[in-house]
């Protein structure tokens, strides 16, 4: 039968004569002449045959219920020389001498054997420490979660122990943790070890939350990660891993009408080749479901592709370069280093994603994305593989201007493009929209738009044979140099340093005054951009001649001609349009580099939003001229940035750019009102606009959210780039995005290479679209949360010592193995099929997901941990002694005793050995000497009786008089001659 955790039994005197089997097996075969004289022993023992006499005579010594204590022994005696012979088989019993010599005498001799005893006391300590847990808090969370039907079944942990132990990697990453004790800290006086312990202890002490918002439950959101909708299970990775699903209780729930308490999983005739309990016609009896097909199996996949890319310390090394120089603590006289969360880029980042999280236009989008998944997965994956495309286009882009600096640009330029977005057009449509708008009108005749508009921003003029074609400009074509001023002087002459975008875009700009006649009141500019929408390419050319005939002006116009037609009209102030800007619009037209501007005007037109094109083009132009306005204080966003659009243009991310606005018009918006295309604008709308007061990290300011990202940005990559970790953070972000550009083709269609991202967004969206849709009192009230702990969290010691120690271990060469390890434990598919842990880990995960424990048990486990891997309580003797042991035993003698006693065994019911010798032990203890040696019944653990377990086991360990020590003392005097 199978065994699960809320067994319970008291350990004092099965620990006495079974819980050092092992020490005293590696005594017995380590003795060269041994002289044994039992009766239940036969003359050709094995070891199990002799240990179990030993075991039979040592209860024949107790003053109370000896009888009763040796019959137990004897009715169980197959099961217990079964499960020793097993755990030592002759080949392991054949290297026990040389074990002893190696590696477990030597750790005698110099101290590291009672050191991992005392380590290991002084851990289970912890847990009945009246300083430290006086309610015994973390107990009853412990018992809470044995006390579950079904959680824990320790087959499964077992089997995960085993393979784990058994893993080459294993040893090596326990070496590295031992070296990281004789390396020094960075900061302090301690080593690597303990500042490591330091931070898990103190990150396990989780805090209290302050219950003022109500409405979200995390315990259901947690449980979302066992969601199995959309995903794919590995095939090669073996069969399932099943896993029972529970009620609120902790009941596995049946596949039919009612229960029982019979485990889900076992061995024998009630069960399945793959341990699930079966009815008596022979169908399963629970439910179960795949526990690789859940969004948890595809996370720990993706934590564990990670380690293996090296990411995860690239992360490390980022996020300290973000959060600045660690200092000493403020209040506290104890040896501690944090980091200072005021004035760095990452707290203000995660501060302001909060306060755009308020808003009801974000929200939006993320429930609009929410309901295209879980509506139309196969458009959301278009979606997104559209994205990916851009963002590959982009990686290939080749400019001189990277990292802060192109930020700082971005940052120059928000401002601009917040007063084009401030542009309303007739009918009050907002500008965004008239843009979005536009590129789905230019639908395929976009396409060529980018080349075009990328020549008219490298050159100031463009050379054609045929003035007015289509074909490509001569390479003669002269040139912008964005390195000089737009307007410079060469030889005494002025050089016109303008591109030709540069050209056009002033030119509308000073053309829109005047009223021009029969044209119902329209500026020049309007004129100049109706006439060019309604031409064809070929004939642009006669756009000069066309516009001077509505002036009034024919034949051999002059500059005077012209000067006083424009007078006529209207356009007299300074700055208006004049007769050589005119002919400047002829030699432009000509050159074909307004070509660009048919489709576009033509768009504008037809909507009636003519007026609001001519209004962007005055806002930029504005922008551009700041250059020529001879103040110091003032300069064009837009120039500098222009040579960078030019590469942007040339990438090929236009292509993938027009397909993701096509998707985007299709996708209906959640409350009905348009389509996620409008949505996506009306959210960067809001987060441009710049004339409200935002909340900031400083306070209220007035700013937009959108420059308060962008700020932060900026200041994340001075302090990358300061810290020399932008390689660190281009590999990071090159690992993150791949998950979007890696693409396959299949029937004919792009998809993405790992199609578990698209249900992956479902289960992490679901609970934030839950949160926005909570009143909006509370759902600010958990946001305004959030952004109260921000500070808190980055300055929280245990986040410093974890960072520390991950680059110090780099740096020192120690990360490797141990992300070796882990790489391991995280991947599902393994040349090893046999030592692979992830199907183990997800059935544990899984099981623990469905706890019951509310967040104050989670909490309280959490501080039980906290305290038994606190160094300042325990020390941190317990790893490096291991390391002495597992090193000096060259033929892993060790890691086969326990890889044999928890591994399969060889009865009918496949139970592990460990098992069998558990049975023994238990019903040894049972027998209760206070009620006349009767056999007590076995209950699950209350909290008390916990303790009085964990303080016998204490007290077993340390006590000089008990039988480990007993052993210890034997290995000392035993030895061979």
Known sequence: MPRRLTRFVRPCRPVASLGTLALACLALGACQSTTVEFTDAPGDSTIGELTHAIAISNAGHSD????????????????????????????????????MSSSVLPALDDGQLE???????????????????PDRKGLKAVSQLLDSSRLLQDQHILELARVVIADPSFAPAV?????MGNVADPLGNQTLLATLLDGVADGLAT????????????????????????????????????????????????SSAGNTTAPPFGFGASYDSQGRRLSSDGSLYYQYYDSKRTALAHLLRLAGEAAEAGVLFDAAQVLDASFGVQGACENTTDECFSYAANGKGMHRLLFTLLEVAKYDKPVLLLQTWRDLVLDNPILAEDVLVSVGRIIKALDDVQTDVEGAELVGLVKKLLPVVADVFQIHGAGGVAMPRLLMQLMNDLGGSARDFPDELALSIEHTTLIKADECSAEEPSPSSPKVDFSRRRFFFSGGTQVDNRSSIERSIELLHAADCGSVPFTGGMSVSHVIVDLMSRLAPETV????????????????????????????????????????????????????ALDFYLPVAKSFREEGQLPALIAVFSVLARDLQADEDNSANTASALRPILPVLAEVLRSGAMDPFFDL?????????????????????????????DRLVTNTVEGNVRTSLAAELVLAFEEVSIQVEAAGASDALDRLMSHLTSYLTRTVTTNDRLELRDSSIVPLIVSSLEFLTEAAELSSEQYQCYLGEYQGELEGWIESPALASLLRVAIAAKNEGLAEPIEKFGVGLLRPVRGDVAIAPFREILRISAEL???????????????????????DIVGTGLIPSLDALLVADERDVLMRVVSGALGPGNTPGREAPIHRLYDVAEHYALIDAQNSCLLGELTSPSPEELGDTIESTVQFLRDSDSLLHVVLDLMRRRRAP
Do not use: Y
Request: charged share 20%; aromatic share 4%.
């Open 175 to 179: 070496h590295a943790l031992a070296t």
């Open 541 to 592: 050319c006669n756009l000069i001649d066309t516009l001077l005939g509505l002036l009034g002006v024919t034949g051999n116009f002059g500059e005077a001609a012209v000067n006083s037609a424009l007078f006529v009209v209207g356009c007299r102030g300074e700055g208006d349009v004049d007769a050589q800007d005119l002919f400047a619009l002829d030699d432009l037209a000509k050159s074909g």
């Open 115 to 133: 050191t991992l005893i005392e380590a290991a006391a002084a851990s289970l300590e912890t847990l009945v420490d009246d300083e430290l847990d």
């Open 64 to 99: 109370l219920c000896s009888e009763e204590l040796q019959a137990s022994l004897r009715a169980d005696r197959d099961l217990m020389v079964g499960g020793i012979d097993e755990t030592l088989p002759v080949d392991v019993i054949s290297d026990l001498p040389t074990l």
């Open 661 to 689: 606005n096509a998707q985007f018009v299709e996708i209906p918006a959640v409350d009905g009102q348009g389509s996620m295309a409008d949505v996506l604008v009306d959210s960067t709308a809001r987060l441009l606009e």
């Open 207 to 254: 805090e209290e939350p302050s219950g003022v918002c109500t409405g979200l439950d995390p315990s259901a959101a947690a449980k979302r990660l066992l969601e199995t909708s959309g995903f794919a299970s590995v095939p090669v990775a073996g069969g399932p891993a099943w896993v029972a699903p529970v009620d609120e209780e902790g009941n596995a729930l049946p």
């Open 849 to 871: 997901v469905q706890s019951p424990l509310e967040f104050d048990g989670a909490r309280d486990l959490a501080n039980a941990a906290s305290a038994v891997l606190d160094p």
